[in-house]
């Protein structure tokens, strides 16, 4: 098998790398000031388990990248759309991505493809 030929799900490392770097992420996102600025987003922060939603999020991205896991959380509409998350914020999100990505030296070519997977979701979660 060529490089080229492995899913991105391999090319990052399997689960491992992937739990990691939402480790991370989730870490950021959950206290940063300029999304908690939201009422509804520093509420449901503060409501559900940060261990359970590392979770949700990991087996998201397992299975978004090709993995062989299976995602049994709700769609992004549905567990978005009560919180009216605005473009401004939605780039204060890409950021703290951004940071994560950077600090486990995730390469160029695997970023591109995780930043165009985020912003396939983008229509579901933001306010328009
Ligand atoms: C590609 C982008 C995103 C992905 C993949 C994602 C993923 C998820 C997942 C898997 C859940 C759990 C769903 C469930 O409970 O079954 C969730 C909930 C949540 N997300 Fe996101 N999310 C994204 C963007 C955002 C943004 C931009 C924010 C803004 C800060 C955000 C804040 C939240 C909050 C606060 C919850 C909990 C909602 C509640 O239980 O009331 N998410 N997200």
């Known amino acids: 098998m060529t490089q080229n030929s492995l899913s991105i799900y391999e090319r990052l490392g399997g689960v491992y790398s992937i739990a990691a770097v939402v480790d991370d992420f989730i870490d950021r996102i959950m206290v940063n000031p300029a999304l908690n600025a939201n009422a509804k987003v520093d509420e449901a922060h503060h409501r559900v388990s940060k261990a359970g ?27 978005h759309e009560h919180l009216a998350i605005t473009e401004p914020e939605w780039q204060v999100f890409l950021q703290d991505f951004q940071d994560s990505l950077d600090k486990f030296q995730v390469p160029q070519a695997e970023q591109r493809e995780l930043f165009a997977i985020v912003a396939s979701t983008k229509r579901d979660i933001v306010v328009p």
């Open 53 to 79: 939603f590392k979770y949700l999020v990991t087996e998201m991205v397992c299975w978004a990248t090709g993995g062989p896991q299976k995602y049994t959380g709700k769609s992004m509409r549905e567990s």
